[in-house]
């Protein structure tokens, strides 16, 4: 039951970025045990009342680009996927490596000497997603090679149903609240731009800062969620360029004809100072429209006096 003017969105997306498996038993930066952010990550969502119908995570998978690495990340999102029915969407990052991801994800080798760029396209009833390889070699910084953009033309050159989703790890955007991961960003934005310029794109979804953030990107919406590692600190006191060990998070992204709402997550749980218990939701499903705005929106609601006292309430 919906309880406002909106009906319920027509997809659900949950976008995770940067997880940084290791092999078991190592740390990130000798502290990070990067499972336990992703543990926390997957464990939340599959007690959302609306459960996504895919994954997306976009890129830095694996930390050293590992074998064993990308062995642990299917041990931990496939099975809890497949509970939920939820495809799972991998999008290069520039910590992966195209011949070990290939091989580790989907079984496929990459001929030696070559290195081609890991793109593929998912159908999530009807709504595409389009995962594109920005990584680079060798390097930290982002480019789209003149073959990628003509197959992503050739891709978008006929609308979804249901639109489609740009997944890619650089974010096309400017970083106002890190200047240091200027140095790394998507080289030549301009080429994507004319690209998608006139297509189906509805959002792009990035990953790369290990913070969340919003912006515009040739008139498209673009959504940057926070790693499940380590987050990086917008506001760090006397440092150039600041890692810490908190504010893990993810972006929940529902899709609706006209709209997208996106919801930053935090992975770990935080103490709760009031609420109602989930056995309350029946009771309020059965009041009237009009019984309902009575007691939740009214100041001198006897909710909201203490007249009435709900079991579980702090």
């Not at 495809?87 to 030696?112: I, K, S």
């Not at 006096?305 to 309430?313: D, F, L, M, R």
Request: aromatic share 6%; with cysteine.
């Amino acid at each position: 039951m919906q309880f406002g003017q909106y009906p319920a969105p027509g997809h659900v997306i949950a976008h995770l970025s940067d997880p940084h498996l290791l092999a078991a038993g190592e740390r990130q930066y000798g502290v990070i045990d990067t499972e336990v952010g992703l543990a926390l990550a997957l464990g939340r969502l599959a007690r959302l009342d609306l459960l996504p119908q895919a994954l997306v995570f976009t890129g830095d998978l694996a930390d050293k680009a590992e074998p064993a690495a990308y062995a642990r990340l299917r041990q931990f999102v496939e099975p809890v996927a497949a509970e939920m029915g939820a495809q799972v969407v991998w999008v290069m990052g520039n910590h992966d490596e195209r011949a070990t991801y290939a091989a580790e994800l989907f079984g496929e080798t990459v001929p030696d000497g070559g290195s081609p760029t890991q793109d593929r396209v998912y159908d999530v009833a009807g709504l595409r997603i389009v995962s594109l390889d920005t990584s680079v070699p060798g390097y930290h910084h982002g480019e789209i090679s003149d073959e990628q953009l003509a197959w992503l033309a050739d891709v978008l050159a006929t609308p979804a149903p249901h639109g489609t989703l740009l997944a890619l790890h650089h974010p096309p955007i400017p970083i106002p609240m890190m200047p240091a991961a200027e140095v790394i960003e998507l080289l030549q934005q301009e080429r994507l731009a004319a690209v998608l310029e006139g297509t189906d794109v509805r959002c792009i979804l990035g990953g790369h800062f290990h913070y969340s953030t919003y912006s515009t990107f040739a008139g498209i919406p673009v959504s940057v969620a926070s790693a499940t590692c380590y987050t990086s600190d917008p506001a760090p006191l006397e440092r150039f360029v600041s890692g810490v060990d908190g504010h893990q998070a993810m972006t929940m992204v529902h899709l609706y004809e006209d709209r997208i709402v996106h919801t930053v997550v935090p992975v770990d749980e935080a103490l709760e100072v009031s609420g109602f218990p989930s056995d309350v939701r029946a009771q309020v499903e059965a009041l009237s429209p009009e019984e309902r705005r009575e007691l939740l929106s009214r100041k001198d609601s006897p909710i909201y006096t203490g007249e009435i006292q709900v079991p579980g309430v702090v």
